[in-house]
DNA sequence: AGAATAGGTAGGAGATTCCCTACGAGTCAA
DNA sequence: TTGACTCGTAGGGAATCTCCTACCTATTCT
């Protein structure tokens, strides 16, 4: 049913914009706060921010709060751990080859291990 | 003109898909390869998997190497990096089990994974 | 009740994504 | 040189993204 990756898929994408990245780093360092507040710090409609909110939301990176007619977004975490987690079996590949950026590494005899 | 975050956005929307992730998974447990030994793990056409790896080749993810008639992809792991450095600052919110405050935000204290 | 506030939703425009088929540029083998 | 092989690019179409303006519901305050 779930095809492949898809819960993935929505995580990076979710990550994939710069105004996204920044609502996280917004809740994260001022904590949980209503839709205006995040607005303020862009140059963009609020609608477009509650849209960016939502894809947020689908994604499982935030969760919203109802407080009067307020409704307080708050960063959930947990996704990013599944990013981690993701990243970990790649590690070796950039401590291991902590190579310069010279393209002589191709070259080195020693180098091919396939 | 936005050069902000431009960078994480081409990196993350590379890997925002299922097809990319899989890519660098057989670069990464099978060694470099040319385009046709990648392509056959897919169902779909050559030409598009090529789009797929200039997405990757665009966002420093893969690098090649021309030998013969064959370009020979290889894992690069670097930009990975720059992921795991983006994630650094969330790590505590998901180690960290909240500081109380919450009302539903943890209400099994026994959760703990080991 | 009526007005103001907070924020989600509808629908559209323009750009981008992701697949396809055709075709072009190099490279190797006969 | 001719032909086969590897791979990228051009261009198109359907879907999705990201912004917008209008509009809607829900809540709070007079």
Do not use: C
């Not at 904590?31 to 140059?43: E, K, N, W």
């Not at 509650?50 to 708050?74: D, F, N, P, T």
């Not at 970990?88 to 070259?107: A, I, N, Q, S, V």
Request: hydrophobic letters at 40%; proline letters at 5%.
């Amino acid at each position: 049913m779930t095809t492949i990756g898809a819960h993935e898929d929505r995580l990076f994408a979710a990550l994939a914009n710069t105004t996204r990245r920044e609502v996280l780093r917004l809740l994260r360092d001022d904590g949980p706060q209503p839709v205006q507040a995040l607005a303020d710090h862009f140059d963009m409609r609020r609608p477009s921010l509650s849209e960016h909110l939502k894809v947020l939301r689908e994604a499982g990176l935030v969760s919203e709060e109802r407080a009067g007619r307020q409704r307080i977004y708050r960063l959930e975490a947990a996704p990013l751990a599944d990013v981690q987690d993701w990243l970990h079996p790649y590690e070796r590949f950039w401590r291991d080859r902590l190579k310069g950026l010279g393209d002589l590494l191709d070259r080195m005899p020693d180098d091919d291990e396939t």
